[in-house]
């Protein structure tokens, strides 16, 4: 019985934290600033990039706490197509144990979350004239939690604002983010972290300077971050993020190297002892074709 109970338990845990995975940052370039993920989450900058031969696939893995556990994996790839975006998001909790009262095991299971999401960007009008540098954008997710035990689907949006060129030099962001349905796990409605995002980005020169306030229900994070461009195949990158009812506070770091048409993203992620995600190291390849 105790053996269930774990079970029961552990699944009862997961409920209150699988939607959570809507939150991350999914790619080394964004995580190594701080979490900048608003400069590049917003599907109002999709229409930047409309007229762009290029396209773009983006594929990050990494050991979600791996200094705890050894078999939780986050997984993520991502299509940019003029001005489209289209991903993919795959979080396996790890291999657990189904026992029966006297211990024996019935079998393995692994819980995991999927997200699908599409986004799309285009020119705000006023007045049917196309703004130079005002954008909107909606993005679409669907998400599925496999429990087990308990399985469980959802659909959240995002809307999104860009304006460009603020005073030359400071670009404004604002999103509303993960509003909609939430999965329903069983009889269990989830918590979905929906939030008002607005991030600022001044960039002069080879030097961009970045901010971005997270506000939830009740509370609030910060993230800020700098980065500075040498020539056309190397950034620096440092960050700092900031969750004060969570007590998550760390630095970051990250580099991006590129070659031909391969960008190779390296994130770090630092804190102190009682941190989970300390030492965390990231890496994601950004491919144009």
Known sequence: MKRILTLLLLISSLFGQVNRILDISPTAYETSVGNQSLVHRNPARNFMTKNDTLDQITFTRMNWLGHIVSDMTYNYVEYNYKDFDFSFTYKDYGQQKHTDETGVVLRNFSPNSMVLYVGWGTNLNYKGTPMKNSFVGFGGKLIKHDLYLEKGTGFLMDVGIHQRNIVDLLDLDIMLKNWGFAPKIGTVTTESPTSVQIGASIKKKNLTLYNQWNMYKGYYTHGQGVKWKYNSFLNLKMGYFNDIKYNLNYPTLGIDLKYAN??????????????????TLLTSINVEF
């Not at 993203?265 to 989970?276: D, E």
């Open 262 to 279: 391969y960008i190779l993203h390296l994130g770090y992620i630092g804190g102190s002892g009682n941190l989970p995600l300390r030492n």
